[in-house]
């Protein structure tokens, strides 16, 4: 069985930083894309950051040149670092990633439990 688990979440100052990690647990499967979504509260769930197994890479406007997303195929793990955080940034966020299990063909999309960020002063 398959899980993603994330951490990293917290409360920062306007202007500070977070790095949020996600692994992804069991064994028996490769890892299509990754990305990183968030809901802030009374809004659906929107898209922060995506990257393919080979390292394509797409950014919501709202996050660009703030937040960079990257990957460590060999620890199958999924991170988003996080800089001049603002306000606005405050949300639950989830991780996702498309997993095809071993003698499977096609991929099923998993997700995180979500970490909460909050940035207030």
């Known amino acids: 069985q398959v899980q993603l688990v994330e951490s990293g979440g917290g409360l920062v100052q306007p202007g500070g930083s977070l790095r949020l990690s996600c692994a992804a647990s069991?064994?028996?499967?490769?890892?299509?894309?990754m990305g990183w979504y968030r809901q802030a509260p009374g809004k659906q769930r929107e898209l922060v950051a995506t990257?393919?197994?080979?390292?394509?890479?797409n950014y919501a406007d709202s996050v660009k040149g703030r937040f960079t997303v990257s990957r460590d195929n060999a620890k199958n793990t999924l991170y988003l670092q996080m800089n001049s955080l603002k306000p606005e940034d405050t949300a639950v966020y989830y991780c996702?990633?498309?997993?095809?299990?071993?003698?499977?063909?096609?991929?099923?999309?998993?997700w995180g439990q979500g970490t909460q960020v909050t940035v207030s002063s």
């Open positions: 996702n990633a498309a997993i095809i299990q071993q003698g499977m063909i096609w991929a099923v999309v998993y």
């Open positions: 069991g064994s028996g499967f490769s890892i299509n894309t």
């Open positions: 990257i393919s197994s080979g390292g394509n890479i």
